[in-house]
T-cell receptor
C-alpha cells in the first residue's frame, strides 16, 4: 500500500460545479495536511494547509481532514476554467517526513 | 514574491554523462529540496538540505548527489546518467525548520538517451 493515495483522474466537471478531491493515507503520525495546485508546465504552488483534524476555508476552497479515517478532502465551490490543474495533496509530521500524493488532474469545462 | 529558478527547462543528455541541475532561490530560505516527478508516482524526494553544506537523503537518493555551498543555491548531480533518470526534476525552498510551505521552481525536463 502506498503511503498516500489519490485518484489520478482526470476529473472533468462543468463550470460552476462543486469539486471534491480526496486523499487517503496510512501514516497516523501525519499532523499537517496540504494541498498544492500545479498548472501545466509549472511547479506546484501551495493552496492551503491545515493542522490535525477539522475544516479550513479560503475563498472558494475548503480543506477537510478526518484523522480518524486517515482521509483528507479539498472542495472547490463555483469551479472556474482557471481551476483546471493537477491538485496534489501532501502531508507531514513537522519536518520529519514529507510526502506528496500522485495528484488528481482536474478539467473545468466552460 | 519568492522566486525559485532552475538552470534549464529542457535538457537532453546521453547515458553515462555527468549532469548538473542548478537551483537558486532569492528569499534567504533555510531549506531546499530536490524532487523528481513521474506520471502515476507523483513527487518523490531525492535530497534535501536544512543549511549550507548540510544534506539529507530523501526517499530515492540512489544515483544522485547534491551540493549546497551557498544558502541560495542547491545543485543536483547525476554522476552517470541513466535512461531511468529521465524525468521532470523540481527544486523547492521553504523557510524555517518545518518545510511545510514549499516554493517550487518551474522544473527541468531531463531526457537521458
Amino acid at each position: 500500500q502506498k503511503e498516500v493515495e489519490q485518484d489520478p483522474g482526470p476529473l472533468s466537471v462543468p463550470e460552476g460545479a462543486i469539486v471534491s478531491l480526496n486523499c487517503t493515507y496510512s501514516n497516523s503520525a501525519f499532523q499537517y495536511f496540504m494541498w498544492y495546485r500545479q498548472y501545466s508546465r509549472k511547479g506546484p504552488e501551495l493552496l492551503m494547509y491545515t493542522y490535525s483534524s477539522g475544516n479550513k476555508e479560503d475563498g472558494r476552497f475548503t480543506a477537510q481532514v478526518d484523522k480518524s479515517s486517515k482521509y483528507i478532502s479539498l472542495f472547490i465551490r463555483d469551479s472556474q476554467p482557471s481551476d483546471s490543474a493537477t491538485y496534489l495533496c501532501a502531508m507531514s509530521n513537522y519536518g520529519q517526513n514529507f510526502v506528496f500524493g500522485p495528484g488528481t488532474r482536474l478539467s473545468v469545462l466552460p | 514574491d519568492v522566486k525559485v529558478t532552475q538552470s534549464s527547462r529542457y535538457l537532453v543528455k546521453r547515458t553515462g554523462e555527468k549532469v548538473f541541475l542548478e537551483c537558486v532561490q532569492d528569499m534567504d530560505h533555510e531549506n531546499m529540496f530536490w524532487y523528481r516527478q513521474d506520471p502515476g508516482l507523483g513527487l518523490r524526494l531525492i535530497y534535501f538540505s536544512y543549511d549550507v553544506k548540510m544534506k539529507e537523503k530523501g526517499d530515492i537518493p540512489e544515483g544522485y548527489s547534491v551540493s549546497r555551498e551557498k544558502k541560495e543555491r542547491f545543485s543536483l548531480i547525476l554522476e552517470s546518467a541513466s535512461t531511468n533518470q529521465t524525468s521532470m526534476y523540481l527544486c523547492a525552498s521553504s523557510p524555517g525548520t518545518s518545510g511545510l510551505e514549499q516554493f517550487f521552481g518551474p522544473g527541468t525536463r531531463l531526457t537521458v538517451l
